[in-house]
Every structure is written in structure tokens, then in C-alpha cells.
T-cell receptor, first 113, second 111 residues
Framework: QQQVKQSPQSLIVQKGGISIINCAYE??????FPWYQQFPGKGPALLIA?????SEKKEGRFTISFNKSAKQFSLHIMDSQPGDSATYFC????????????FGSGTQLTVLP | DVKVTQSSRYLVKRTGEKVFLECVQD?????MFWYRQDPGLGLRLIYF???????EKGDIPEGYSVSREKKERFSLILESASTNQTSMYLC??????????FGEGSWLTVV
């Protein structure tokens, strides 16, 4: 019930294209869904997050789409740039839980120039 | 800016050695975490702490222990390092219900 399944494991996109990464969860107690971005040699950093009271959240070129009934959420990167090449992790958690987050397995995104 | 500092970035240890990984945060966060990152497995929680001297097991605590004697410091201990503990270790901190902030990671190789 704690699992968060992320796909694809790797993704190659041309510059200017749309990158889409998908995640699914089981635990209906989850109420917080962040995405983290990790560059080589660095720790993950929060990119964007959503709570289940909205179905979409957009920040610049990054959008989270959330489907509560399907227990799925996805990250869309519009106009993908080579500087977006990184590993992306989805996560899910309960705001009332000290352990907070369960992470997906990660997606390595490569944006070709 | 929140800063989570992992003092050792790269370590090489021998099988059976005791290993200490140290982590310090400067934002008075109550929660601190140790994760292990392996390719294809994502970030797996080893231990977390929600207060000084308090700790709880995460998903993969076997072979590890932790210590939190001060609020800002959280140590991960490998009592007897084994080759299957070769990995990147990430420390993190947060206020409850809010963003988790990560350090830059400690790469541990056990030979």
C-alpha cells in the first residue's frame, strides 16, 4: 500500500518536445504529491507539488495532472530543453505522517539538442 | 536557504568496518531522514527521526542504525559494512507536512 509506481524508467525527447512521466499509487490516505528533480552529483530538489483538491497545477513549463479516481498523477514538461535533462522522482505522502513521502523509482530524462 | 550538509561526499571502506555518515541541517527542522538511492530502485527510506533521540525504521533498516543527539544532527551508522551497502546515501530534513530538503549525497563504496 505504500508503493508508488513510476514510468518510464528512461525517456529521450527532442528539444522543444513534451516530456511525460507517469506515477500511480495505492494508498488512499496519500494527500500530497510532489515531484523532485535531481541533477548528476546533486541531491533531489522539489520541482512542483499538488494536493488532491485540484486536478492540475502549472508552474512555468511544468504541469502536474492528477486523477484521484484512478490514483494516478503525471508530470508534463512542455517545450523541453537540454537543461531539463535530469532524473525525476514522483512521491506521495500523508501530511499527517512523520515519514512523509514514498518515492517512485525515478525517470532519467534526456533532452536532445 | 535551507542547507543540509553531508560532511563526507565520497568514502571507500572495507568489508566489516564501522562506518559513520554525518548530516547537519541549519533550519531547525524537526524531521530528519536517511535514504538510500540505487539505480532503478528510487529513494528508499532507511530511518527517520521526528525529534531528538527519537527514531523510526523506514523500509530498509537492516544493517543500519542511527543517532540523533542534537536537533540539527542525524548520523547513519553501518555497524559492519558489507559490499551490498555500496550505494549513495541521502540525508534530508523537513518541518512536518512540508517540503523535504535533501543534502548532496554521500557515495559509499565497500570493498
Amino acid at each position: 500500500q505504500q508503493q508508488v509506481k513510476q514510468s518510464p524508467q528512461s525517456l529521450i525527447v527532442q528539444k522543444g518536445g513534451i516530456s511525460i512521466i507517469n506515477c500511480a499509487y495505492e494508498n488512499t490516505a496519500f494527500d500530497y504529491f510532489p515531484w523532485y528533480q535531481q541533477f548528476p552529483g546533486k541531491g533531489p530538489a522539489l520541482l512542483i507539488a499538488i494536493r488532491p483538491d485540484v486536478s492540475e497545477k502549472k508552474e512555468g513549463r511544468f504541469t502536474i495532472s492528477f486523477n484521484k479516481s484512478a490514483k494516478q498523477f503525471s508530470l508534463h514538461i512542455m517545450d523541453s530543453q537540454p537543461g531539463d535533462s535530469a532524473t525525476y522522482f514522483c512521491a506521495a505522502g500523508s501530511s499527517g505522517s512523520a515519514r512523509q513521502l514514498t518515492f517512485g523509482s525515478g525517470t532519467q530524462l534526456t533532452v536532445l539538442p | 536557504d535551507v542547507k543540509v550538509t553531508q560532511s563526507s561526499r565520497y568514502l571507500v571502506k572495507r568489508t566489516g568496518e564501522k562506518v559513520f555518515l554525518e548530516c547537519v541541517q541549519d533550519m531547525d527542522h524537526e524531521n530528519m531522514f536517511w535514504y538510500r538511492q540505487d539505480p532503478g530502485l528510487g529513494l528508499r527510506l532507511i530511518y527517520f527521526s521526528y525529534d531528538v533521540k527519537m527514531k523510526e525504521k523506514g523500509d530498509i533498516p537492516e544493517g543500519y542504525s542511527v543517532s540523533r543527539e542534537k536537533k540539527e544532527r542525524f548520523s547513519l551508522i553501518l555497524e559492519s559494512a558489507s559490499t551490498n551497502q555500496t550505494s549513495m546515501y541521502l540525508c534530508a530534513s523537513s518541518l512536518s507536512g512540508n517540503t523535504i530538503y535533501f543534502g548532496e549525497g554521500s557515495w559509499l563504496t565497500v570493498v
